[in-house]
């Protein structure tokens, strides 16, 4: 084993570690040398260190969010994703990943979709299938608005099935229609990572500037009441159906979003860690 000391000023007991899971939970300063390392204080290392040593002791989760904009959703999934060590996938930002690289999957969907088609299922369900399989997903996935069909759910649950898997948890995220209007007009986003905050309920540490990146953040335009309510309406005609579908599997959990943000997390990370 190796005795882990940290300096005094983190105020840290050391931590004994077996070889092996030091070498493992090392290994992403390997993988992040395109960032450079020494561009990172010590204290970032470190406390990148513990996070993912805290991952190891988690089993991977798979697990399927649902909620209309504003509902603290994204919020949610950012926080999951970081405490799970997991991926984010959300198909719109997948599809776009897979563009931008160039990829064999990626070429046939920007293909269809610049003759103004829908990309089909099971071309979506590929490139899932290829993404989980990456390293960033080694410990699980948390599904951001998809399936948005029961026929994708179907598939979903065949892809998973075939790899010895399956959806753990499905969170819905539940709130009414003016709700939704106050938090919308104040919502804040980080266009490159999704991660979302709100000028009064979840401000960012500094006015405009995303926590980790410090990147600009950005006000949506389709964030007013007119538009909102229009997609309140879709929202409700297309995941009633696959909510029900999740019900029917025993694995669905409604959350009451209107509750802040600690208590939300609370009573997800209730049914995740316990």
């Known amino acids: 084993k190796i005795i882990f000391q ?21 290994d992403f300063e390997t993988k992040l040398n395109s960032f450079k390392l020494k561009d990172f204080s010590n204290k970032a290392i470190y406390d990148e260190f513990i996070r993912r040593s805290k991952c190891a002791e988690y089993p991977e989760k798979r697990i399927v969010l649902f909620g209309p904009p504003g509902s603290g959703k994204g919020t949610q999934g950012a926080k999951l994703t970081y405490e799970l060590c997991s991926c984010h996938i959300s198909t719109g930002d997948l599809l776009r990943e897979q563009i931008r690289y160039g990829t064999t999957l990626g070429m046939k969907a920007k293909s269809i979709m610049e003759r103004g088609d829908l990309v089909p299922d099971e071309l979506v369900i590929d490139i899932i299938d290829e993404k989980i399989q990456s ?6 996935v948390v599904f951001d608005g998809f399936p948005r069909t029961v026929q994708q759910a179907e598939k979903l649950e065949s892809m998973l099935e075939k790899r010895g898997e399956k959806i753990d ?3 819905n995220f539940d709130i009414d229609q003016s709700i939704l209007i106050d938090r919308l007009s104040g919502r804040r986003v980080h266009e490159k990572s999704g991660r979302t905050y709100h000028v009064k309920y979840n401000p960012p540490k500094n006015i405009g500037q995303d926590d980790l990146t410090g990147e600009p953040l950005i006000q ?8 909102i309510s229009k997609r309140m309406a879709n929202y409700r005609e297309i995941t009633e159906p696959i909510l029900d579908f999740y019900k029917n599997k025993g694995n669905l959990v409604n959350l009451d979003a209107r509750q802040p943000i600690d208590k939300v997390w609370k009573e997800v990370a209730g049914r995740i860690f316990l």
Not at 135 to 140: D, I, L, R, Y
């Open 135 to 140: 390293e960033e997903c080694k410990k699980g």
């Open 6 to 26: 940290y300096p005094n000023s983190f105020n840290a007991s050391p931590i004994s570690y077996p070889c092996t899971t030091l070498t493992k939970m090392m």
């Open 169 to 171: 948890k499905v969170f």
């Open 220 to 227: 949506r335009k389709d964030d007013t009441p007119e538009v």
